[in-house]
């Protein structure tokens, strides 16, 4: 308890522009593996698992594919998603979306961003 938050994900400046990143984090007690990506001075993050069948997206731990329109590609059947939102654009899922995780940059570095208040 209380420890949420004590340390960042990953350094900002250590971003890539236009990278997608594996790291692990603590949500809700429970270790989950996320996506970060970078564009320009925006970041995103979203749990690396596919709403069609649960998957890890990655191939191997934190090797993303990326297609030639700059797509993130889920490694098991292809699900094509665009990385602003999180939208699955293509393949078996089209429709649905990544579950986004907030973060925010602070200090250079990339960190979970503060849970709302009033959450139940
Ligand atoms: S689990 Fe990702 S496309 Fe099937």
Excluded: I, T
């Amino acid at each position: 308890m209380g420890s949420l938050n004590a340390e960042p994900l990953l350094s900002f400046e250590g971003l890539a522009d236009g990278a997608l990143v594996e790291v692990e984090a603590v949500l809700d007690g429970d270790s989950e593996s996320l996506v970060v990506h970078r564009q320009g001075d925006a970041v995103r993050a979203w749990l690396n698992v596919c709403p069609h069948a649960g998957r890890r997206l990655d191939w191997a731990p934190g090797q993303f594919l990326k297609s030639r329109e700059g797509l993130l590609v889920c490694a098991a059947h292809g699900a094509s998603f665009e990385l602003e939102g999180g939208q699955c654009v293509a393949g078996p899922c089209r429709g649905d979306a990544l579950r986004a995780v907030a973060v925010e940059v602070r200090d250079g570095q990339v960190w979970l961003a503060a849970a709302p208040r009033g959450e139940a």
